[in-house]
């Protein structure tokens, strides 16, 4: 039933505030403007998730914000571990929605990788989260949940990718405002450069980011240097020119100052040849870029395969040769279930499974 006419909208929860707002949030409450901001840094800064936790809150504030204001709205449905150390979980929100997210090792400590909606209208024809297309938008509250859920299940972490379900370009308004959340000094205090926003830049979106101007490093999805075949293989951007998409990614590194990435997934036999390679390069020609290079995790139901290693290596050697700097990424989450958008899919048509409430 829609609501009646001049019924007031439900106030946003907490997480879909900017920390900054928290004080006066949390006033209606009878937080001094000081216990306001100590709980936005109990959750962005230590990841607490309870209110129960924030022991320098009173008791009584901490009950009845545990009972009108939870924090969290998702549940766990399903957590994989992977052999190489990745730690994929699957979220439930009220509605039955679900959006995975990721926690890989790395050398430098933990990279997250976080979803930006439920499904995704690109539908990339190697891509299991575009099989069926969009479900919804996840909310800036839905989106930092990830990231606050991974926190609690592995520790702090060292970089964020927005790489995850969901094109970040067509739900710029909850991904940035998310972002700016973990960058404040009164949220996360997370370097920009330690983010990576990956976008396949539908229209308008680099624009805005640019107008953004956070220094967060920019990927843009490419996957071929052919316009028929870039069509062919994200049909979400069949109405836009790869030159027009570069020259909105030059002006990003015009206004942040950071140098953007070239995401490519090699598929055998589809983008993986040199002469695909050497047009890659004359496109890139000049650019201030790097290549990131993804040997292709298969999909059982999407019928794409990964090129041999001598494949992807001689794909890298030939971008290299014309001086581009190129990195051949090793798959992590490799295993079952693991490629973008897996889980979710066993999932969707399944009943819920024992979850843990948060
Ligand atoms: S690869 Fe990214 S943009 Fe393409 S369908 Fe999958 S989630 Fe969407």
Not at 59 to 73: D, F, T
Not at 140 to 160: A, M
Request: hydrophobic share 40%; glycine share 8%.
């Amino acid at each position: 039933m829609s609501a009646a006419r001049g019924d007031a909208a439900p106030a946003p929860r907490l997480l879909d505030l900017h920390p900054r707002a928290w004080p006066e949030r949390l006033a209606a409450y009878g937080a001094q403007p000081f216990q306001g901001r100590n709980a936005a840094r109990w959750v962005f800064r230590r990841g607490v998730l309870q209110w129960a936790q924030m022991t320098d809150l009173p008791a009584s504030l901490r009950a009845r914000l545990e009972q009108e204001q939870p924090l969290v709205s998702a549940v766990l449905d399903q957590r994989s571990e992977a052999g190489d150390g990745a730690v994929k979980v699957l979220l439930r929100y009220p509605d039955g929605a679900r959006a995975e997210a990721v926690g890989m090792p790395g050398t430098r400590g933990r990279t997250l990788c976080i979803s930006t909606q439920v499904g995704c209208p690109v539908r990339c024809v190697f891509c299991a989260s575009g099989l069926d297309g969009l479900e919804r938008n996840l909310s800036q509250g839905e989106i930092l949940e990830q990231v606050l859920w991974l926190r609690r299940e592995q520790g702090d972490f060292h970089r964020l990718v927005v790489m995850g379900m969901g094109e970040a370009g067509h739900n710029l308004d909850a991904v940035l405002g998310a972002l700016d959340c973990l960058i404040d000094t009164e949220g996360s205090d997370l370097a920009p450069r330690r983010i990576t926003l990956s976008t396949v830049g539908p229209r308008g979106a680099l624009q805005r980011i640019a107008a953004w101007g956070r220094p967060v490093t920019l990927a843009l999805s490419v996957h071929s240097a052919d316009d028929a075949l870039r069509h062919r293989l994200v049909p979400g951007v069949r109405t836009r020119a790869l030159e027009e998409t570069l020259l909105e990614a030059d002006q990003v590194f015009a206004r942040c100052g950071r140098e953007y990435t070239i995401e490519y997934v090699l598929l055998k036999d589809v983008n993986d040849s040199l002469p695909q390679a050497r047009a890659l390069a004359l496109r890139l020609r000049g650019r201030r870029c790097h290549v990131n290079l993804i040997p292709y995790n298969p999909v059982q139901e999407l019928g794409y395969d990964r090129p041999v290693p001598a494949v992807q290596e001689a794909f890298a050697e030939a971008l290299r040769a014309t001086g581009l700097p190129v990195t051949l990424r090793r798959s992590l989450g490799g295993s079952q279930n693991a490629a973008c958008g897996q889980l979710r899919r066993r999932q969707i048509s399944a009943p819920p499974s024992s979850a843990e409430p948060c």
